[in-house]
């Protein structure tokens, strides 16, 4: 089980607030997206989630537990960042094991996820390759697979597909829905751009100004906006 429940979640910089108290209830098995424009709070609330922020009010669940103080690495989840984040100096191979080996994996385990994850990436013939020597597209693939291989239970996808031109878009949009069929996992997904929210999510949550608009599935916000910035942002021509 690894339902993500916020409570009242807030965050400060310094004086700055920038999450103003969010209340959400992510199911198990859930694909939630968040959208809103730049600046509203979308990879913070991202970040709060997997633990690269302290939280600075309210509360935070993943799969039951109480996660507040919980290191990155014990909460189960696994985020693929807009910039691939990859080791420079690391290949292909090294980049997916990496996390594996900290969680001192055996060899043999650590090798058979790697290639089932470059299997399913269709990265397979670039393992010995390093960052540098690949396209946008396959770098994010490679981040992809970091992730992958951790088998976690709540993927964070912060802006994947933003670095990649039109046709990898789609492309890659397709296989992270496909991952999301085999898995199961939860998915929590941050864009700015209403078609990959549209098509990938189960729910969509509208943020603005660190405070959750409306949040629904596709069909209720395109139809139903609650007020016109819903509707500016998703919803249909009023
Ligand atoms: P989005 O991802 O929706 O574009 P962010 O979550 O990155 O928005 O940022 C939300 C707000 O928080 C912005 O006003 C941004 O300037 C501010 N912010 C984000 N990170 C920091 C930080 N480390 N220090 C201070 N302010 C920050
Ligand atoms: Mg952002």
């Given at each position: 089980m690894a339902d993500v429940i916020l409570k009242n979640v807030q965050k400060s910089f310094g004086r700055a607030k920038v999450i103003h108290g969010v209340d959400l209830d992510?199911?198990?098995?859930?694909?939630?997206?968040?959208?809103?424009?730049?600046?509203?709070?979308?990879s913070?609330?991202?970040?709060?989630?997997?633990?690269?922020?302290?939280?600075?009010g309210g509360d935070l669940f993943i799969g039951g537990e109480r996660v507040n103080d919980l290191a990155p690495a014990k909460r189960g989840i696994a985020m693929v960042f807009q910039s691939y984040a990859l080791y420079p100096h690391m290949n292909v191979y090294d980049n997916m094991a990496f996390g594996l080996e900290l969680a001192k994996s055996s060899k043999a385990d650590i090798d058979a996820k790697v290639r089932e994850a470059a299997r399913l990436l269709q990265i397979?013939?670039?393992?010995?390759?390093?960052?540098?020597q690949l396209s946008g597209g396959q770098r994010q693939r490679v981040a992809i697979g970091r992730a992958i291989v951790?088998?976690?239970?709540?993927?964070?996808?912060?802006?994947?597909l933003s670095n990649l031109d039109a046709a990898l878009r789609v492309q890659t949009r397709i296989e992270i829905a496909k991952l999301h069929t085999d898995t199961r996992a939860t998915m929590i997904?941050?864009?700015?751009?209403?078609?990959e929210a549209m098509t990938l999510a189960d729910r969509i949550v509208v943020l603005h100004a660190g405070r959750i608009e409306q949040v629904g599935t596709p069909l209720e916000l395109y139809?139903?906006?609650a007020n016109l910035f819903v509707?500016?942002?998703i919803g249909s021509p009023q």
């Open positions: 992510i199911r198990d098995g859930e694909f939630v997206v968040f959208v809103g424009p730049s600046g509203c709070g979308k913070t609330l991202l970040r709060l989630i997997a633990g690269l922020e302290d939280i600075t397979e013939p670039l393992l010995e390759r390093k960052p540098r951790r088998d976690p239970k709540v993927f964070l996808f912060d802006e994947p997904y941050v864009t700015h751009d209403q078609v139809h139903r906006p509707a500016g942002f």
